[in-house]
């Protein structure tokens, strides 16, 4: 009987405290309401004869109550519907809507005193909705059911149960990904006082280990190793498939999918999220139910299709939308200003970062770091047994700015505080949490390719195949060919000694002519396919509908082996062989097969595990027939990327093949004392292993054969939208 009256009297107190935020909401935006009318000359709260004091409160009152009335009914179904509108246009859509909503509002007075321009009524829409989120989470800060309740709200919540074995909660497991967040930059992260949070966990529950990417360190092949257990024939971000005339490129909706689909054929397993999980900014979904920004899911179409499900969870509360757009213009204004910066200060390197640029990296860095971390919190509170979420923010920022600088210093900074926040949700979850950071790779800084040489390396293909290459590669000059390291007129002399032998020509001490390329018959032949990664080039033959060997290509194109492997911007080159199999070619007439490699010769720069990643990647269906790993110098630790980046990632060399694991002390070790994490399909083990200690088995202990039923285990139905080539 007494714990009856308890409970009623705490639902009292629950209901009295919840109508008491409710007023002094309400009155704080009346409040706003009579400012912004008395500031804002198209914004009116009286008649056109005048009203009394009186009279003019009590018309703000209405309004302010009809505002937020209509944002608590009727925002979160006008978002539902707009799901489908691209997550950046919703974002602008929201401003748009709000206003909207204002006027309704203002249209409901009585007596018609209430008036605004549309453009004021946007305007007074956002102040009124940020204020009212400013004050309720005021209000909150000291009331734990009243945050729970406001989390629930913004993520979306869909359930609550806590699971339990015996008498105490089993507890659950969020692996976060820091995308691009290499160990040494975490470290000095920490070192330095950007990461306190991180700092924090090192000090008293967490340990940190490193572990080692495959060749292609990059997310596409690290994430759909770490979710489902193979990264089996992904030889790049991006690459050429001869039977099926198809180009690949991890980052695209169609591609991710069949990456997907041919992972769980290969395990015969849905993925580490099958058992109550939660996928959330991932480009694959593990084999999760519950999903929010998942890129394998975009390509799909019907009613489980859910990727898009966490911009409602996040944009169904009208001040999230505010403040989120608030920041994402903060953030493109910060990218002018610092990139304006660095040009003005003739910062090297450095890379464009003009048009659309800015708009990309706030979208990275605010609005996809807020979608998924509302997802997550939502997830925490839902009491759900796995969630894996990616946070891309330093990834994007790094490419540009560079892995190491003030740039990339704020958004660690930005990064620990959301984990700050979602450790501080964990401890309002239904059940406990073992957090587990880590990264999918590292990036390596460096000049580009183009930018040291003054060629790109389709330049250089294209002329060690005797094609026609453009005439700023002919009028390259000598201030272009400069290595970081100052070494001006040795690269110089060393990039003109290439272009000579793929030229078949002498080129002038000034550069300003070249010789005509060979005959007529290599300019008629099918022109190459040039693929980027980050720091590795692939280069295929889309005419030969195999591996085309060595000893093919030099009848064909007898320059084109040579000229690469003794560029000195190249660390070395793979291609199949008919004698050898397969061989490592390098500089000065350097050549070793496969089946002998060794940590040692061309690869001894590249240091450990180099010659069993290259080894490893040559026995995929899909390799190039031409595979080329940038220069690396391992005192500068750069590399010179094939793209537009100075922070890149994708091949061998440096950071960019360091990523981190920061587990808790109570799980168990990831490798035995002296041992060392190699690749991602190794990871994922590990994280199952972590899945099973909490909870017992969470995904299958054994992997079964591949069957023709492998593509049920993708949570979505309908076809697969097929991607334009190119």
């Not at 909705?129 to 309740?149: F, H, K, M, P, W």
Request: proline share 6%; charged share 25%.
């Amino acid at each position: 009987m007494g714990d009856g009256r308890w409970r009623t009297a705490g639902r009292w107190r629950t209901a009295g405290s919840a109508l008491v935020r409710v007023i002094v909401v309400w009155a704080v935006s009346t409040l706003t309401v009579l400012a912004l009318a008395g500031l804002l000359p198209d914004f009116e709260l009286q008649s056109a004869d005048g009203d009394s004091i009186t009279r003019t409160a009590l018309t703000a009152v209405w309004a302010a109550g009809a505002f937020g009335l209509l944002s608590a009914l009727v925002w979160p179904v006008v978002v539902r519907a707009l799901l489908l509108v691209p997550a950046l246009v919703l974002g602008l859509l929201v401003f748009f809507l709000n206003g909207s909503l204002l006027l309704i509002a203002l249209w409901l007075i009585p007596d018609g005193r209430g008036a605004a321009d549309p453009e004021t009524a946007v305007v007074v829409a956002a102040v009124m909705s940020a204020v009212a989120s400013a004050t309720s989470t005021a209000l909150a800060v000291r009331d734990d059911d009243a945050y729970r309740r406001r989390l629930y709200r913004l993520a979306d919540r869909t359930r609550r149960r806590a699971v339990t074995a015996g008498s105490e909660p089993v507890p659950g497991t969020l692996f976060l990904q820091l995308d691009g967040v290499g160990h040494r930059v975490l470290r000095e992260a920490v070192a330095d006082g950007l990461m306190p949070t991180v700092a924090g966990w090192l000090d008293t529950t967490h340990r940190l280990t490193p572990w080692r990417t495959d060749w292609s360190s990059q997310t596409g092949a690290s994430q759909l190793g770490i979710l489902h257990g193979s990264n089996e024939d992904v030889p790049a971000f991006r690459w050429y498939e001869k039977d099926t005339g198809r180009l690949m490129v991890s980052n695209r909706p169609a591609s991710a999918v069949e990456l997907q689909r041919r992972a769980i054929a290969r395990t015969g397993d849905g993925g580490l999220l099958t058992v109550d999980g939660a996928s959330r900014g991932n480009l694959f979904s593990g084999g999760a139910d519950q999903l929010a920004l998942v890129l394998s899911m975009a390509a799909r179409r019907g009613r489980r299709n859910r990727s898009r499900a966490g911009y409602f969870a996040y944009f169904s509360d009208p001040a999230n939308a505010v403040r989120t757009a608030g920041s994402f213009v903060a953030e493109a204004v910060r990218e002018v200003a610092q990139s304006t910066r660095a040009r003005l200060g003739k910062e090297t390197p450095r890379v464009s970062r003009g048009g659309a640029y800015p708009f990309i990296r706030a979208f990275a860095t605010v609005v996809e770091r807020d979608v998924v971390v509302a997802a997550v919190i939502g997830d925490l509170l839902a009491g759900r047994t796995a969630v894996y979420a990616d946070l891309v923010a330093y990834d994007e920022v790094a490419h540009h700015s560079g892995p190491h600088g003030h740039d990339t210093d704020r958004v660690l900074a930005r990064l620990d505080r959301s984990i700050a926040l979602i450790a501080k949700v964990a401890e309002h979850a239904p059940r406990p949490y073992r957090i587990v950071l880590l990264s999918d790779h590292g990036q390596s800084p460096g000049a580009t390719f183009e930018g040291v040489y003054g060629l790109s390396l389709r330049d250089l293909v294209r002329a060690g195949c005797g094609l026609p290459v453009p005439r700023r590669v002919r009028r390259t000059r000598r201030g272009q060919l400069q290595t970081e390291s100052g070494g001006g007129s040795e690269a110089r002399d060393a990039a003109r000694d290439a272009l000579r032998s793929a030229l078949h020509r002498p080129v002038d001490e000034d550069g300003e002519r070249v010789g005509e390329l060979v005959g007529e018959h290599e300019r008629d032949a099918a022109e190459p396919i040039v693929l980027a990664s980050g720091n590795l080039g692939l280069i295929s033959f889309p005419g030969v509908p195999h591996r085309m060997t060595r000893e093919e290509i030099d009848r064909r194109h007898p320059a084109l082996l040579r000229t690469l492997a003794d560029h000195p911007g190249v660390g070395f080159l793979l291609v199949a062989s008919a004698e050898h199999g397969s061989v490592v070619l390098g500089r000065d007439g350097a050549e070793v097969p496969v089946a002998e490699l060794a940590d040692d010769g061309p690869l001894a720069v590249f240091g450990p595990g180099a010659a069993d990643a290259v080894r490893r990647t040559d026995g995929f269906p899909h390799v190039a027939d031409i595979m080329v790993n940038s220069m690396y110098d391992p005192a500068r630790g750069t590399v010179h990327a094939f793209e537009e980046q100075i922070g890149s990632h994708g091949g061998l060399g440096g950071e960019q093949g360091r990523p981190f694991l920061l587990s808790p002390v109570d799980l168990s070790a990831p490798v035995p004392d002296g041992g060392e994490l190699v690749g991602a399909e190794q990871l994922h083990q590990v994280l199952r292993r972590w899945l099973r200690e909490c909870a017992g088995p969470q995904v299958p202990l054994e992997i079964s054969p591949p069957d023709s039923g492998a593509e049920a285990f993708l949570p979505v139905d309908g076809p697969v939208v097929r991607e334009k080539k190119g």
